[in-house]
């Protein structure tokens, strides 16, 4: 298969999704996040694809969101699908195969939460992993905050998720994000080698039903997030805090924010 943003392998039963361009660290934009969806559709129906692993190339897993259009990056278009906001039409827990995410090098917004959506996590330990949401002025999607807590619990999640502060692969594993961390030429090469002991000794549908029975009572919860996202994320793109949000970081200053909770929030399903 041919791709403009990833490159897509097989071989020895795994398949090998590459985020690919480098040059900007693999940010996510609309086209990239579409072609990687229509990757792992590929990887559904290939009965030669027994796992799969999703890496970046380069020194970057991904950097986030592709900050080129400024201070309009979140700006809300009321016209646009999930997809078109940059949604893969098929996500890794729609796979009935192991998704691994190979984290080799840093992980930022998106850059992060993609990663929680597959089954397995290895990391670079010197990774810079951020889920800088409320420091651009919006808020965690694909489910993160459902997904983050089930996995590390609700006060390491709060404290990643609301600070949006930088921590490392190695605080990663310590806290259960990550299966391991390990040094960045490493992590490749054991996602891989995960993978293929999968791909020669599971049998893919007693894997596939584990799967699912592993992933189906998160996915109503995930879904119902879900929805509130493409609500809220859009609206507040909109606002000035998510234009303030990019160009603070951009220009390397301090941020000014002007949203007010008692006056500005949206509003909220219970």
């Not at 919860?221 to 951009?250: C, K, N, Y």
């Not at 200053?253 to 399903?269: F, L, Q």
Request: hydrophobic residues 45%; charged residues 20%.
């Amino acid at each position: 298969m041919n791709y403009d943003s990833i490159v897509y392998e097989v071989d020895e039963g795994v398949a090998l999704i590459t985020l690919n361009r480098p040059e900007r660290l693999n940010a996510w934009n609309a086209h990239m996040a579409a072609e990687l969806g229509s990757a792992l559709a590929a990887t559904q129906t290939d009965d030669a694809v027994r796992a799969v692993v999703i890496t970046g190339a380069g020194r970057a897993f991904c950097a986030g969101q592709d900050l080129s259009a400024g201070g309009d990056t979140f700006a809300d278009n009321p016209d646009a699908n999930p997809h078109e906001q940059g949604t893969p039409s098929t996500m890794p827990w729609d796979v009935p195969k192991p998704v691994v995410a190979a984290i080799n090098g840093h992980a930022v917004g998106v850059g992060l939460t993609f990663p929680l959506t597959c089954d397995v996590r290895f990391v670079s330990e010197d990774a810079k992993l951020q889920f800088a949401f409320v420091r651009r002025g919006i808020a965690p999607e694909l489910g993160s905050t459902k997904l983050l807590s089930h996995m590390v619990g609700l006060q390491v999640a709060s404290d990643l998720l609301m600070s949006g502060r930088f921590f490392s692969g190695v605080e990663a594993a310590q806290i259960g994000l990550a299966a391991r961390a390990l040094p960045g030429d490493q992590v490749l090469d054991a996602a891989l080698e995960w993978a293929r002991d999968v791909a020669r000794n599971a049998a893919p549908v007693s894997v596939a039903v584990t799967k699912k029975l592993m992933w189906e009572n998160l996915r109503p919860e995930i879904s119902a997030t879900f929805q509130q996202e493409l609500r809220l994320i859009p609206w507040l793109g909109s606002q000035p805090d998510a234009t303030e949000g990019v160009m603070h970081f951009m220009e390397k200053r301090a941020a000014s924010w002007s949203g007010s909770v008692t006056d500005d929030m949206p509003e909220m399903d219970v």
